[in-house]
C-alpha cells in the first residue's frame, strides 16, 4: 500500500512545451472567427478599396473611339412605331440623329430592305440596334407587328436596363403593356422635353456599355 501512494504522489507532471502549445492552441482564433470579426468591424482592406474607387467618366470620345462596343452593332437605336406615328417618329430620328453624338437610328420606312420579308426585317433590326425605343399609342397597341417586334425586343434582352425603352403618347396608364411594366417609361408631353429623355437615354446604355467592356480588359 505505501509502494503504491508513493508512486501517486510522484506521477510526473505535463511537460512545459506540452502546457505552451495547449495554452496556444486556446488563445489562436479558427480563420472562420478571424474573418467574420474583420467582416462584423467592417475593416476589410479590400471593402475599403472598393469603396473608394468611384467609375471614371465615359466621354464622347470614349464612346466614339475606333474599338468601342458601339460599333459592334449597326444601330445605336431601333424606333418600334405604329404606321400612323410616322410624322412624330421621324420628328425624334431627326432630333436623335442632329446631336453631336450623330445617334444611328433604325426607321423601317427608310432603312428597311425592299423585297424582304416584314418578320426577317423586324429581328434583324431588334438584334442589330443597341436600344430599342417602344412608341405606345393607341395605334402601337392595334398594331401586330408592333407588339411582335416588342416581344422581339424583350426576349433579346429582358432584364438590360436602359434597352428597351418605353414611351408614352396619348394612352392612359392602365392601357400600359402589361410586358412592360417593370420598366419605367417616357410620357410624351412635351416633344422637346420627351426627345432629351430618350437621347438621356440612350447616351446613359452607351456610356455603360462601354465602361463595362473597358473593366473588362483591365
Partial sequence: MAGWFRRLLHKPKPSSVESSLNAGRSTSSSPSSSSSSAESSGS???????????PSPISLSDINASGSPRWAKNYDVCICHSEVDLEVVEELVSYLESQPESFRCFLQ?????????????????????????????PGFLQDPWCKYQM??????????????????????????????????YIYMAAKENSFRQIRDTIMRYLQELCRSSASRTE
Fill in 44 to 54: 476589410s482592406p479590400s471593402t475599403s478599396l472598393v469603396r473608394s474607387v468611384r
Fill in 109 to 137: 420606312p427608310r432603312d428597311a430592305t425592299p423585297g424582304s420579308a416584314v418578320v426577317t426585317e423586324l429581328c434583324d433590326a431588334v438584334q442589330n440596334s443597341h436600344c430599342w425605343v417602344m412608341l405606345i399609342t
Fill in 151 to 184: 416581344h422581339q425586343a424583350l426576349a433579346e434582352a429582358p432584364m438590360a436596363n436602359g434597352r428597351t425603352i418605353p414611351v408614352l403618347k396619348d394612352v392612359d396608364r392602365k392601357d400600359y403593356p402589361k410586358e412592360l411594366r417593370n420598366l419605367y
